[in-house]
C-alpha cells in the first residue's frame, strides 16, 4: 500500500488537527503569493491596476472553480479506495485523475485566453477605459497558464487523499517565494505593469508543478507511472465525473456568485472596486484556518468511509467543529482590530480606504457562522455526497446575491449592501448542513461497496 497517513486508526481529531496545519501554511502562503499581485500593483502602478487585478480575481476563480471542483471529486474517490485498502483501483483511479484534469485543463487555458475580452466587458461589465485594458492584458496571460493549476491540483488532490498535506506545504514555498521575487523583478526592473504579475504567477506555478511530478514519484511508488501505465479508466473516470462534475458546479456556482456581486461592485465604481478587493483579500486569509480543516474533514471521511467506520466521522466532526470556531474567533477578531492598517498595505487611501475598512469590520462578526459550516460541508464531501453540497451552494450562494441586487435596486441601501447581504447566505448554509448532517444520509454515500460476506476489521 502506498505510504501515507492512515486514518482509519488513532484519534480522529488529532489527525484531522495534524493534516491540516500543513494545509493552514501552504493556504497562507497562497494567499500571500495572491496579496503580492494586489500590494506589487497598488503601491507600484496604480489604483486602477489594482481593481484590474481584482476585478479578474473573481473571473479567474470561475475556472479555477472547474479544476478545483474535478480535483476534490477525484480526490473522494481516492481517499476511499486508500482507507479500503485496495491499491489496483487506487492506482488506475490516480492515473486516471491526472489525465482527466490535465486534457480539461488544456481546453480551458485556450478558452479562457481567447474570451479575456468579452468575458471582462461583456459579461463582468467592466467599463471602457484603463481599468478594462489593463484586465484583459493580466487575464489573457493568467488564463494561458490554467492548464499548470489543473494539473498541479490533480496532483494536490491525490496526495491528500492519501493523507499527505505537507506536500502541498513544500510547494507552496517555491511557489510563495518565486512569485514574490518574479512579481518585484517584473513590476519594478522591468516596468511591466499588470501584465508582469500575471507573467510571474504562471511561471511560480509552472515550476511549482514540476515540483509536484517529481515529489510523487519519488515518495509514491503506487503512482510511480511510466508513459504507457498512464491509461484512463472509463470506469474510474465515470466515478471520478460523478463525485467531481456536481464538486465542480458547486465550485462554479460560487465562482459566479463572486462574479455577479463583482458586477454590482462595478456599478458603483473605481472606489468600491479597489476596496471591495482588498476585503475580499482580507476575508480570503481568515478562511485560511477554516477551508484547511475543511479539507482535513473531507480526506478523514472518505477513509473512514471506505473502511465502513461512519461512528469515527459523527465523533471527530464533534471536536473540529470546536476547533474550527475558536480559531476562527480569534482570527476574526484580530481583523476587526487591525482593519486600518492592513487595508492601506494595498497603498488604498481616501474612499477606497473608508469602504475596505467597513466592510472587513462588518464582515469579522459573520466569520464564526462559516466556521460552523465548512468542516460539515467537507464531512459531506467526503463522504460522497456531492449533489447536496452542489444544492447548498446554489441555495446560499443564490440568496446572497439575490438579496444583494434587491437591497440596492429596490430598497437604495447602497454599496453596504455588497456586504450586508453575507449573513443571509451564510445563516441558510449553516441550517442546511446541519439538516443533512443529522440526518445520516451522508453515511450510505460511499463509493466503495464490500460483498456482504467481508467484515470490517478495523478498531481503534
Same mark, same amino acid.
Given at each position: 500500500?502506498?505510504?501515507?497517513?492512515?486514518?482509519?486508526?488513532?484519534?480522529?481529531?488529532?489527525?484531522?488537527?495534524?493534516?491540516?496545519?500543513?494545509?493552514?501554511?501552504?493556504?497562507?502562503?497562497?494567499?500571500?503569493?495572491?496579496?503580492?499581485?494586489?500590494?506589487?500593483?497598488?503601491?507600484?502602478?496604480?489604483?486602477?491596476?489594482?481593481?484590474?487585478?481584482?476585478?479578474?480575481?473573481?473571473?479567474?476563480?470561475?475556472?479555477?472553480?472547474?479544476?478545483?471542483?474535478?480535483?476534490?471529486?477525484?480526490?473522494?474517490?481516492?481517499?476511499?479506495?486508500?482507507?479500503?485498502?485496495?491499491?489496483?483501483?487506487?492506482?488506475?483511479?490516480?492515473?486516471?485523475?491526472?489525465?482527466?484534469? $490535465?486534457?480539461?485543463?488544456?481546453?480551458?487555458?485556450?478558452?479562457?485566453?481567447?474570451?479575456?475580452?468579452?468575458?471582462?466587458?461583456?459579461?463582468?461589465?467592466?467599463?471602457?477605459? *484603463?481599468?478594462?485594458?489593463?484586465? *484583459?492584458?493580466?487575464?489573457?496571460?493568467?488564463?494561458?497558464?490554467?492548464?499548470?493549476?489543473?494539473?498541479?491540483?490533480?496532483?494536490?488532490?491525490?496526495?491528500?487523499?492519501?493523507?499527505?498535506?505537507?506536500?502541498?506545504?513544500?510547494?507552496?514555498?517555491?511557489?510563495?517565494?518565486?512569485?514574490?521575487?518574479?512579481?518585484?523583478? %517584473?513590476?519594478?526592473?522591468?516596468?511591466?505593469?499588470?501584465?508582469?504579475?500575471?507573467?510571474?504567477?504562471?511561471?511560480?506555478?509552472?515550476?511549482?508543478?514540476?515540483?509536484?511530478?517529481?515529489?510523487?514519484?519519488?515518495?509514491?511508488?503506487?503512482?510511480?507511472?511510466?508513459?504507457?501505465?498512464?491509461?484512463?479508466?472509463?470506469?474510474?473516470?465515470?466515478?471520478?465525473?460523478?463525485?467531481?462534475?456536481?464538486?465542480?458546479?458547486?465550485?462554479?456556482?460560487?465562482? %459566479?456568485?463572486? $462574479?455577479?456581486?463583482?458586477?454590482?461592485?462595478?456599478?458603483?465604481?473605481?472606489?468600491?472596486?479597489?476596496?471591495?478587493?482588498?476585503? @475580499?483579500?482580507?476575508?480570503?486569509?481568515?478562511?485560511?484556518?477554516?477551508?484547511?480543516?475543511?479539507?482535513?474533514?473531507?480526506?478523514?471521511?472518505?477513509? @473512514?468511509?471506505?473502511?465502513?467506520?461512519?461512528?469515527?466521522?459523527?465523533?471527530?466532526?464533534?471536536?473540529? *467543529?470546536?476547533?474550527?470556531?475558536?480559531?476562527?474567533?480569534?482570527?476574526?477578531?484580530?481583523?476587526?482590530?487591525?482593519?486600518?492598517?492592513?487595508?492601506?498595505?494595498?497603498?488604498?487611501?481616501?474612499?477606497?480606504?473608508?469602504?475596505?475598512?467597513?466592510?472587513?469590520?462588518?464582515?469579522?462578526?459573520?466569520?464564526?457562522?462559516?466556521?460552523?459550516?465548512?468542516?460539515?460541508?467537507?464531512?459531506?464531501?467526503?463522504?460522497?455526497?456531492?449533489?447536496?453540497?452542489?444544492?447548498?451552494?446554489?441555495?446560499?450562494?443564490?440568496?446572497?446575491?439575490?438579496?444583494?441586487?434587491?437591497?440596492?435596486?429596490?430598497?437604495?441601501?447602497?454599496?453596504?449592501?455588497?456586504?450586508?447581504?453575507?449573513?443571509?447566505?451564510?445563516?441558510?448554509?449553516?441550517?442546511?448542513?446541519?439538516?443533512?448532517?443529522?440526518?445520516?444520509?451522508?453515511?450510505?454515500?460511499?463509493?466503495?461497496?464490500?460483498?456482504?460476506?467481508?467484515?470490517?476489521?478495523?478498531? *481503534?
Amino acid at each position: 500500500m502506498a505510504a501515507g497517513l492512515d486514518m482509519t486508526v488513532g484519534t480522529g481529531w488529532k489527525h484531522v488537527a495534524r493534516f491540516s496545519l500543513p494545509l493552514m501554511l501552504g493556504n497562507l502562503l497562497q494567499q500571500l503569493y495572491n496579496t503580492v499581485d494586489g500590494i506589487v500593483v497598488g503601491q507600484f502602478v496604480s489604483d486602477a491596476a489594482l481593481a484590474a487585478v481584482g476585478n479578474c480575481a473573481s473571473l479567474t476563480f470561475v475556472f479555477l472553480a472547474i479544476s478545483f471542483g474535478l480535483a476534490n471529486g477525484t480526490g473522494i474517490a481516492i481517499a476511499q479506495l486508500y482507507g479500503a485498502k485496495r491499491q489496483d483501483e487506487l492506482r488506475r483511479c490516480g492515473s486516471t485523475a491526472l489525465i482527466l484534469l $490535465v486534457c480539461v485543463g488544456a481546453v480551458v487555458s485556450v478558452a479562457g485566453a481567447l474570451l479575456s475580452p468579452w468575458l471582462l466587458h461583456g459579461l463582468m461589465k467592466v467599463p471602457e477605459g *484603463e481599468v478594462l485594458t489593463l484586465g *484583459e492584458s493580466y487575464f489573457t496571460i493568467y488564463a494561458a497558464g490554467l492548464v499548470f493549476q489543473f494539473a498541479y491540483n490533480a496532483i494536490a488532490a491525490i496526495l491528500r487523499a492519501v493523507g499527505d498535506s505537507k506536500a502541498t506545504l513544500y510547494f507552496l514555498c517555491i511557489t510563495a517565494v518565486l512569485n514574490a521575487i518574479l512579481d518585484l523583478t %517584473f513590476v519594478i526592473v522591468f516596468h511591466w505593469g499588470v501584465a508582469g504579475t500575471a507573467i510571474a504567477t504562471v511561471l511560480a506555478q509552472a515550476i511549482c508543478t514540476v515540483f509536484s511530478v517529481i515529489y510523487m514519484y519519488r515518495h509514491y511508488p503506487v503512482f510511480r507511472y511510466k508513459p504507457k501505465e498512464l491509461v484512463f479508466d472509463r470506469e474510474k473516470g465515470a466515478v471520478c465525473l460523478k463525485l467531481g462534475i456536481p464538486t465542480m458546479l458547486q465550485q462554479s456556482v460560487v465562482a %459566479f456568485g463572486g $462574479v455577479f456581486m463583482q458586477r454590482l461592485v462595478n456599478y458603483f465604481g473605481q472606489d468600491l472596486m479597489a476596496a471591495f478587493t482588498v476585503g @475580499n483579500r482580507v476575508e480570503n486569509y481568515i478562511f485560511v484556518p477554516i477551508l484547511a480543516l475543511n479539507n482535513g474533514m473531507s480526506t478523514f471521511t472518505g477513509q @473512514n468511509l471506505g473502511a465502513r467506520r461512519p461512528d469515527r466521522v459523527r465523533e471527530c466532526w464533534k471536536r473540529i *467543529e470546536l476547533l474550527s470556531l475558536a480559531i476562527t474567533v480569534c482570527v476574526a477578531a484580530l481583523a476587526y482590530i487591525f482593519a486600518s492598517p492592513i487595508a492601506r498595505l494595498f497603498g488604498i487611501g481616501g474612499e477606497s480606504l473608508r469602504l475596505a475598512v467597513a466592510m472587513i469590520r462588518f464582515m469579522s462578526f459573520f466569520f464564526c457562522m462559516f466556521s460552523v459550516y465548512l468542516p460539515t460541508m467537507g464531512l459531506l464531501q467526503g463522504a460522497g455526497d456531492a449533489l447536496y453540497s452542489m444544492f447548498c451552494s446554489f441555495s446560499t450562494l443564490g440568496a446572497r446575491v439575490a438579496s444583494a441586487y434587491i437591497m440596492v435596486f429596490a430598497f437604495g441601501v447602497g454599496c453596504q449592501a455588497v456586504w450586508y447581504a453575507v449573513p443571509i447566505g451564510w445563516t441558510l448554509c449553516v441550517v442546511l448542513a446541519a439538516v443533512r448532517y443529522y440526518s445520516g444520509v451522508w453515511e450510505k454515500k460511499s463509493i466503495v461497496k464490500y460483498p456482504p460476506q467481508e467484515v470490517n476489521v478495523n478498531v *481503534e
